[in-house]
């Protein structure tokens, strides 16, 4: 997941333009519509809340939901602890949320509270604040949920595999939490949950919390998640779900239509737990479950803990894929248990995390399945920066911006990995393991800035191995733009040997079939389709398509890389499967580039606003926001 509006905002920004909020001076603007004039700026400028003043420390959520009407229904019941004793206001997020009465509780009894809602900041939504009771009692918001909900994506029963049952999943990162329950949405804050969730009967409900009901009594299904988690990892979905156990930790649900593909092609998830236990010490959250999302789901994984969402789309059938668990299981470390405090510093969850990542698949797959992926990572990276600012090229990424997403691009997410792979090469792996043990244990539950890791790393990296790390180069990889001219790439012997048969390919040496595919991994082939020239002409297409069945692929990665070379050299012989592919398939970073590439040929301008308006009710409001962009769309008033 690696968006990139940056240079664009930055541009918009730069420009003057009218903008939802200024980020040159976030603390101007945010200031001059507070009352609470007595406070410092807000300590995360994504967040309305002051949780420097009050803050929330567990949620009790009892909602009903109604799939006819599109929204969720009920209350949540807030304990908080007040920080500064002269805080009187508790500051929460909201965003298109229906507040119906704030109310505190005592012994069972309630009492009406002075709230009103404050500023309104597009895509941020609107501050609720409300006057704490003397005694700070618990507070209680009933509330309801609008069907545009941004967190929450409602699927009619069409659009599920089964077609019998509706089915609902929310994706709280970055900010969309506070679009289904009000709270302080922000990853500095840490809360634990219990939830009571009314579903018509024959619907299962998951959320990453520990699931209590095997057996739901009149359709109430109750969970509770006793760690400390920021809100945008509570999560929840709803349908026609059915289970299995594949291993100690692990259960997959999944709609039965997927089920067994998913059991199979997960089958190392708990391999995976063991190797990553090994070297970063005990997976701590009970249960590793995978739920298995319909093909809308917008991103590849999401890290709910105690349960990843995954996208059906790395559903290969030949494993080959599964590096997508492998990352989602790492943020069972690095983003859940160790969090950015701010979304600025989200390479301290991607980063790390793709690090790990690599670290499980050489465990599990061996060095040439991680050298390959590495090799494939990099080349995107290098493109990637070419387009960016240089201020997002930095780790230490000093853009404002007025959304979180933004921070996350292949900057956080792989020069991160590079960084933490390059100190590892410098003092080794063993004592780089034991830096990192070290890391998690000492920051275990706690959010933190990129501040406080240099801190870390000083203290206990740097101070041992002065000769192995300097702080020049530590600097070096978090504040300046680009890779270090001290880093080596990655680069394996396996692509050498495929880029040699694409020259001679090109060279009309040899014919496509005369190739010797038949080991061939989707890491090889997808590096076969990136080294070919941009340019191919009907006839060569044509040759590698006959050769290699590439536009009936399964595979989503290799078929989306065809189908961009498709695209590019306007081969109409994919054009159907370019449509089955763009109307079945929401996943952002698969569908994204091949709207971007049909609009850099007028031709295919047609083509591309036919696919979408056909794909668009399918797709999650992530995916429609941007492609909505991409392709020019303007809804009809
Ligand atoms: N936490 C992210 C997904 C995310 C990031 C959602 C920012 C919303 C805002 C997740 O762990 C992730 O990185 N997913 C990637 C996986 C890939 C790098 C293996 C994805 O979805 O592509
Ligand atoms: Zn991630």
Known sequence: MKIMRLIILTCFFLCGCQSPIKPSQPEATLETAETMDTLPQRPDVFSFSRHDQVKITHLDLNLKVKFKQQIMDGFVTINYKVIKPQANQLILDTRDLKIKRVESIEAKKTHKLVWRMGQSIEGLGSELIINLPDNHAPI???YETMPQASGLQWLGAEKTSGKKHPFLFSQSQAVHARSWIPVQDTPSVRVTYNANIQVKAGLKVVMSADNNNQQAIDGIHT????QPIPAYLIAIAIGDLQLQTISEHVTIYAEKEILQAAAYEFASTENMITATEAMYGKYRWGQYDLLILPPSFPFGGMENPKLSHITPTVIAGDRSLDSLIAHELAHSWSGNLVTNALWQDAWLNEGFTSYIEARIIEAIYGTDRMLMESTLIYQSL?????????????????????DPDDYFSGVAYDKGRFFLEWMEQQVGRPDFDQFLNGYFEQYAFKSITSQDFVAYLEHNLLRQFPHKITEKQVDVW???PGLPEFFTPPATQIFTVIDQQVETWLAGDVEAKQINTASWTTQEWLHFLRALPPQLNTEQLHELDHAFQLTQRKNSEIAHDWLKISINNQYQAAYARLIDYLSSIGRVKLIKPLYEALMEHPDLHNLAM??????RPGYHNIAIKQIDAIVGFKQPE
């Open 223 to 226: 969970f509770s998640m006793q």
């Open 610 to 615: 036919n696919i979408y308006i056909k794909s």
């Open 382 to 402: 290098v493109e990637e920066m070419s387009e960016l600012s240089e201020d997002a090229q930095k780790l230490i990424n000093p853009s404002k911006t007025s």
């Open 478 to 480: 978090l504040n300046q």
């Open 140 to 142: 209680k918001i009933s």
